[in-house]
């Protein structure tokens, strides 16, 4: 007996026109290379997790934007290519609501969104229709998540750790700790299953209840899920979704040593345990974990107030305005006294110098500054004395010893002076109003490419190389081949400019970017 027949095309009688139908579309995938399979897998995904609110609303909008800006004296076109494969996303409900929610494994720091989305389809899809790999769902996850980047994830999670900050203080309640501890994307994978299944079944819902971690749950629901989500903070409700209560989230201090209960429901007797613990193990030391997640996503407009809100949080203490306003402080009197081949840096921007910087630091700090500054070691010296009570207003103050001589670069001392050295970058570049600034691991030297002695008060000024200053802001385009500034609207520098274009020639031909 014969064996089963297997169902051929024969393409040969197609026309040029009727391939030519297909040429955009092949030509996008080809382009940002990912692979049609993965692609369409990705949008049966998506169709699984009904997304709801005023981000995906703009999702569309954001997939499909194509502007670009030619740089004349340089050379080249920055901006995103017409009809790329994140377009075709748009054109869904599934392949936005999945572009979202790769673009929110990326801002967590997930190692591997691409086991995620794997274990997430298996859960969810037919077998039939998990024939992609990790990698290649990985790689369509990345060219999604790099479209989507104007969301801005990263400030997101600050504004939401702010909320339960100030939920705690109005209730007069200690904040728990480990809000934003990583999460075991063991657990996040069943998680997402459990909340696809809530989302599009009736009387089934998702209980998620504790403290550590909760500030990244809490930023997923409310952004991709709002309309059918309830928050409440030590029993009071902070947020109701018009449409229902499928996800309620609990965030209790109670829990606060204990990972994440998650608990599906379709009775009030019937629950689903999970395989997984929402915690990492043990080894996984919580102090010298990152200060945020690697690729993390930040709005321009109050980029470094976001940054420092995440850095504290990660470290169990509360970001107050003086803290921040003093890092601004440090920032400005630091470009008083840091030099490039000889001369003041900040002469860069022209003979109103100090009005740039000025305006330009209050927009990445969101917050007032003085029009004249104290000296930088006088600056310093105010930021020390408003971190003081933050630090022992904290029960394990020993960890945080400010005053320490030692730096380590990965400890909370290092990440403080990587945030000043942010704002100080950040001077020297005009925003557009929707831009993003996206967290990058440099790997030994930490989160940016601070030089080893610069703002230490002690010192009488500062040097630094173009290419630091530069790096910081643009770590992929730096080093890399003059091909990925298709890719990201901010990039603009490349080989043929590093090495060959001085510094000050380079800003002078670019204008204010």
């Known amino acids: 007996m014969s064996g089963p027949l297997n169902t051929q095309v024969d393409i040969g009688n197609l026309s040029l026109a009727s391939l030519g139908l297909f040429s955009t579309m092949l030509t996008a995938l080809s382009a940002d290379d990912v692979q049609p399979i993965a692609m369409i897998q990705m949008q049966n995904l998506g169709a699984a997790f009904p997304v709801s609110g005023p981000i995906p609303t703009k999702a569309p909008d954001y997939l499909q934007r194509c502007h670009s800006t030619r740089l004349e004296r340089v050379g080249i076109v920055v901006g995103w290519r017409k009809g790329d494969a994140a377009s075709l996303m748009a054109q869904s409900t599934g392949g936005q609501a999945i572009a979202l929610l790769a673009v929110y494994l990326q801002n967590i720091g997930a190692k591997s969104p691409g086991d995620i989305l794997y274990s997430v389809s298996r859960g969810l899809l037919p077998l039939s229709a998990c024939s992609s790999s990790p990698q290649m769902l990985e790689r369509v996850a990345q ?3 790099d479209k989507l980047a104007v969301i801005a994830f990263g400030t997101i999670f ?21 809000l934003l501890e990583p999460l075991n994307e063991d657990w996040l994978s069943e998680v997402l ?20 971690g909760i500030g990244y749950i809490l930023s997923l629901v409310v952004t991709l899920f709002a309309n059918d989500c309830l928050v409440a903070i030590e029993g009071v409700v902070i947020h109701q ?41 043990r080894d996984h030391l919580y102090f010298i974990c990152d200060p945020l997640p690697t690729k993390a996503d930040f709005a321009w407009n109050g980029l470094v107030s976001d940054l420092l809100h995440n850095i504290f949080q990660r470290w169990d203490l509360m970001c107050s305005q003086d803290v921040i306003q003093s890092v601004g402080l440090c920032a400005l009197s630091a470009a008083d006294v840091t030099y490039m081949e000889n001369f003041p840096v900040k ?19 969101r917050t007032q500054l003085p029009k004249t500054w104290p000296s930088y070691p006088e600056s310093f010296k105010r930021l020390d004395e408003a971190m003081t ?84 802001l643009f770590p992929r385009a730096w080093g890399t081949v003059t091909s990925t500034i298709r890719t990201f609207k901010a990039l603009l520098v490349d080989n043929a400019v590093r090495g060959v274009v001085p510094f000050r020639s380079f800003i002078s031909d670019i204008g204010e970017i």
């Open 143 to 145: 060219v999604l998540a």
């Open 158 to 178: 600050a504004e939401q750790v702010c909320r339960i900050h100030k939920a705690y203080q109005h209730l007069q309640q200690r904040v728990p700790t480990r």
């Open 193 to 212: 299953v459990m909340l696809s299944l809530a989302l599009r079944e009736d009387k089934r819902m998702i209980r998620i209840r504790g403290s550590c």
């Open 241 to 281: 979704g018009h449409r229902s209560s499928s996800i309620v989230v609990e965030i209790t201090s109670t829990l606060e040593e204990q990972p994440l209960e998650v608990h599906s429901m379709r009775k009030v007797d019937s629950i689903t345990e999970l395989l997984h613990s929402s915690r990492l193990p």
């Open 347 to 365: 002469h860069l921007l022209g003979e109103h110098h100090n009005n740039i910087i000025h305006k330009r630091c209050e927009v990445v700090l």
């Open 389 to 472: 009570p933050s630090i022992m207003a904290s029960p394990e103050n020993a960890l945080f010893q400010w005053t320490s001589p030692d730096e380590d670069p990965f400890g909370f001392k290092g990440q403080i002076m990587d945030a000043i050295w942010l704002t100080f970058v950040t001077l020297f570049v005009k925003g557009h109003e929707d831009a993003t600034w996206r967290h990058f691991d440099f790997g030994d030297e930490g989160i940016s490419t601070r030089p080893s002695d610069w703002g230490d008060p002690t010192q009488p000024f500062f040097d630094v190389l173009s290419n630091s200053v530069w790096r910081q």
